[in-house]
């Protein structure tokens, strides 16, 4: 990895810890200075119109997060309740959004269990569609998928699949796709081939990326118009939108390139956690490693401890990495983990294996019972 002197460097919790670059800032200092809650600012305009031609959609907006992004476009799929929405039960529209779907949607969630453990099927999804007039449902509008989810790529085969069940039944499709740059690097799929499976989408720019601020949602004009309104009724509307857009245009030409060379970066050190005897919860396939901790022995506490002694941030299981992450933290990393697999051999041959969990919803990261993807 290059080195990158950012706070972010040493920060492993998170791939939305990095920070914006130089670059970002001196573009900040040219954009168009319009109000973009009258559409009026070209920095803005020429984003929103920039990744929504990526993903093959006519129509882009701006928001603040991922969050809004995600909640306003599944709003806009929705009408008249009852209805629900199906997704993965780890999805982070479920689980890590404030409970946006009951307060904001009112809607019923039906979460899957995926029979492979790690992405949901055409057949898993057919399984718990909930279709017809039956007064004591509430049917399937909306299928909502993840992609990446915990850092694994959903196939594209598989979404083909389900995208076509949904079009069947006439069921909108929105993806959650924070991190699909990550995909769309990994894979070389393109935005726009994925971009054909689902009604809307919603990019993060500030994770992986690097931007200070944002997500562009992309869909249909009137899809995008509805969700404008959505966005104005949350508080989201931004006036000089073009400071943060011109430093998020600077993040996807600049670190969208660089991703495919973090996912090497991620892999070499999972193989090399592997040769240490750690074992992990889920495939590492971008940028995220989950280990096992539990099966490992290791009390996440001393992992974070022994994190904190070499200068470096772990937040428990979950290992992110990013663009700005330093080779010197990542080899501070591995000493952490040696350390930590030191002190529970010796707790085990004692026999001390009591762990505490410290603070925090990251910590022991048990990925098929708690989300973790944020």
């Given at each position: 990895?290059?080195?990158?002197?950012?706070?972010?460097?040493?920060?492993?919790k998170?791939?939305t810890?990095?920070?914006?670059?130089?670059?970002?800032?001196?573009?900040?200092?040219?954009?168009?200075?319009?109000?973009?809650?009258?559409k009026?600012?070209?920095t803005?305009?020429?984003?929103?119109?920039?990744?929504?031609?990526?993903?093959?959609?006519?129509?882009?907006?701006?928001?603040?997060?991922?969050?809004?992004?995600?909640?306003?476009?599944?709003?806009?799929?929705?009408?008249?309740?009852?209805?629900?929405?199906?997704?993965?039960?780890?999805?982070?529209?479920?689980?890590?959004?404030?409970?946006g779907?009951?307060?904001?949607?009112?809607?019923?969630?039906?979460?899957?269990h995926?029979?492979?453990?790690?992405?949901?099927?055409?057949?898993?999804?057919?399984?718990?569609?909930?279709?017809?007039?039956?007064?004591?449902?509430?049917?399937?509008?909306?299928?909502?998928?993840?992609?990446?989810?915990?850092?694994?790529?959903?196939?594209?085969?598989?979404?083909a699949?389900?995208?076509?069940?949904?079009?069947?039944?006439?069921?909108?499709?929105?993806?959650?796709?924070?991190?699909?740059?990550?995909?769309?690097?990994?894979?070389?799929?393109?935005?726009?081939?994925?971009?054909?499976?689902?009604?809307?989408?919603?990019?993060?720019?500030?994770?992986?990326?690097?931007?200070?601020?944002?997500?562009?949602?992309?869909?249909?004009?009137?899809?995008?118009?509805?969700?404008?309104?959505?966005r104005?009724?949350?508080?989201?509307g931004?006036?000089?939108?073009?400071?943060?857009?011109?430093?998020?245009?600077?993040?996807?030409?600049?670190?969208?390139?660089?991703?495919?060379?973090?996912?090497?970066?991620?892999?070499?050190?999972?193989?090399?956690?592997?040769?240490?005897?750690?074992?992990?919860?889920?495939?590492?396939?971008?940028?995220?490693?989950?280990?096992?901790?539990?099966?490992?022995?290791?009390?996440?506490?001393?992992?974070?401890?022994?994190?904190?002694?070499?200068?470096?941030?772990?937040?428990?299981?979950?290992?992110?990495?990013?663009?700005?992450?330093?080779?010197?933290?990542?080899?501070?990393?591995?000493?952490?983990?040696?350390?930590?697999?030191?002190?529970?051999?010796?707790?085990?041959?004692?026999?001390?294996?009591?762990?505490?969990?410290?603070?925090?919803?990251?910590?022991?990261?048990?990925?098929d019972?708690?989300?973790?993807?944020?």
């Amino acid at each position: 990895m290059t080195e990158y002197k950012s706070i972010a460097a040493t920060d492993f919790k998170s791939d939305t810890v990095t920070t914006p670059t130089p670059s970002m800032l001196q573009a900040m200092l040219t954009a168009t200075h319009g109000d973009d809650v009258y559409k009026e600012d070209k920095t803005t305009n020429d984003l929103q119109a920039r990744v929504a031609e990526m993903c093959g959609k006519p129509a882009g907006l701006f928001v603040v997060s991922g969050t809004m992004g995600n909640q306003i476009c599944l709003r806009a799929h929705l009408h008249q309740p009852p209805y629900s929405i199906l997704c993965d039960y780890r999805a982070h529209v479920y689980t890590h959004e404030a409970g946006g779907l009951a307060t904001l949607s009112q809607a019923m969630v039906t979460p899957v269990h995926p029979r492979n453990k790690i992405y949901l099927t055409a057949e898993d999804v057919e399984d718990y569609l909930i279709l017809g007039d039956d007064i004591h449902t509430a049917p399937t509008r909306v299928i909502s998928l993840e992609n990446t989810l915990g850092g694994t790529i959903m196939p594209i085969e598989e979404i083909a699949k389900i995208s076509t069940l949904a079009r069947q039944h006439g069921i909108k499709m929105h993806l959650d796709g924070a991190r699909l740059w990550n995909a769309a690097a990994e894979t070389g799929i393109s935005l726009s081939v994925y971009g054909k499976y689902f009604d809307t989408m919603s990019l993060c720019i500030s994770k992986g990326l690097g931007a200070p601020v944002g997500t562009i949602i992309v869909g249909e004009p009137d899809v995008i118009q509805t969700a404008n309104w959505f966005r104005k009724q949350a508080g989201g509307g931004i006036r000089q939108a073009g400071l943060l857009a011109a430093a998020a245009d600077v993040a996807i030409t600049e670190t969208f390139p660089k991703l495919k060379l973090t996912h090497e970066v991620t892999k070499k050190l999972a193989s090399e956690l592997e040769e240490m005897g750690l074992t992990f919860q889920i495939p590492v396939q971008t940028n995220f490693i989950f280990l096992d901790l539990m099966k490992a022995g290791i009390d996440p506490a001393v992992l974070i401890e022994e994190g904190n002694k070499l200068g470096i941030t772990i937040a428990g299981a979950r290992i992110a990495i990013h663009y700005q992450t330093s080779t010197a933290a990542i080899e501070k990393l591995k000493l952490a983990v040696k350390k930590s697999l030191e002190i529970a051999k010796q707790r085990h041959a004692n026999g001390t294996n009591g762990v505490k969990k410290p603070e925090g919803s990251l910590a022991y990261a048990v990925y098929d019972k708690i989300v973790v993807d944020h």
